[in-house]
């Protein structure tokens, strides 16, 4: 069995209540969403990955392995795509692992719920992707990782031109159809680059306020790129 793999590096977790975890990244190739904000749009193509085998990526992992190592990262492009791949490596291996994902395709989760320890499920905001009931399906993915025991957050990133209220009914919504809201904190992500909250960065306050009526919220731009790590 083979799939499309972009990269596997070895960096800190930048994003979500793992921040600053070492991790080393599995990132593969191809997307099912196309959101406007991407800031890897080259790996929606799952031409841009190599086709390895679980052997080989298994290899590349022991290489990369630090003193600090926390988890591996399971990104891409959307791995979902590849969950048939991803339950055999987890299966072949010790390491803890976060899934990030699109949420978009809960079938695909089942497969692979009961070997991840962790899951970061983004909620993408329709001004942010074309896909119609998107929030639905993720939903649907949320209670399936909370179902199977997974450390699961919730992510949403955010422009400065969103509505604070608009946030909180989003909130107000989820909590409503979440199983375990009080369990699944959601974090805020600032769309990068960070140069577009210049002036404005006092709005995400009131979007926290907003979605801490119905959430734990914490508030976390990306951290590898302030630090320009990979
Ligand atoms: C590249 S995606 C890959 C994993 C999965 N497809 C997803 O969307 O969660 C990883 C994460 O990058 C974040 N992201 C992508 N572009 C961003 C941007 N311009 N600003 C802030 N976060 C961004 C999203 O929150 C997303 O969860
Ligand atoms: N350091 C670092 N942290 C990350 N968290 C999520 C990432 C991603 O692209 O999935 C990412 C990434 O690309 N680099
Ligand atoms: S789902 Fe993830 S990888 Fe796909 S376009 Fe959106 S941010 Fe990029
Ligand atoms: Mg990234």
Redesign the pocket.
């Known amino acids: 069995m083979r799939a499309p793999i972009m990269e596997v590096f070895s960096?800190?977790?930048?994003?979500?209540l793992l921040v600053g975890c070492r991790q080393i990244?599995i990132?593969f190739a191809g997307c099912n969403l196309n959101c406007r904000y991407c800031?890897?749009p080259e790996s929606r193509d799952p031409q841009r990955g190599e086709l390895i085998t679980i052997n080989d990526l298994k290899f590349k992992i022991k290489g990369l392995e630090t003193p600090d190592l926390h988890s591996i990262?399971l990104?891409?492009g959307e791995p979902l795509l590849y969950a048939d791949f991803i339950k055999n490596l987890l299966h072949e291996t010790n390491y803890k692992s976060l899934l990030?994902t699109n949420g978009s395709l809960p079938s695909e989760i089942k497969k692979i719920a009961h070997l991840i320890d962790y899951a970061s499920v983004d909620i993408k905001l329709p001004e942010h992707v074309d896909t119609e009931e998107i929030i639905e399906k993720e939903i649907k993915s949320i209670n399936i990782l909370i179902k199977r025991g997974v450390n699961t957050y919730l992510k949403v990133v955010i422009l400065p031109t969103i509505s604070p209220l608009y946030m909180g009914q989003l909130a107000q919504k989820l909590r409503e159809e979440i199983s375990e809201p009080s369990k699944t904190p959601i974090v805020i992500q600032p769309i990068s680059p960070l140069d577009y909250w210049i002036g404005s960065a006092h709005r995400l306050l009131r979007i926290s306020e907003e979605i801490g009526k119905h959430f734990k919220v914490r508030l976390i731009p990306?951290v590898?790129k302030i630090l320009d790590?990979?």
């Open positions: 960096s800190i977790q930048g994003e979500g990244f990132r800031d890897t990262s990104t891409g990030e990306q590898h790590l990979r």
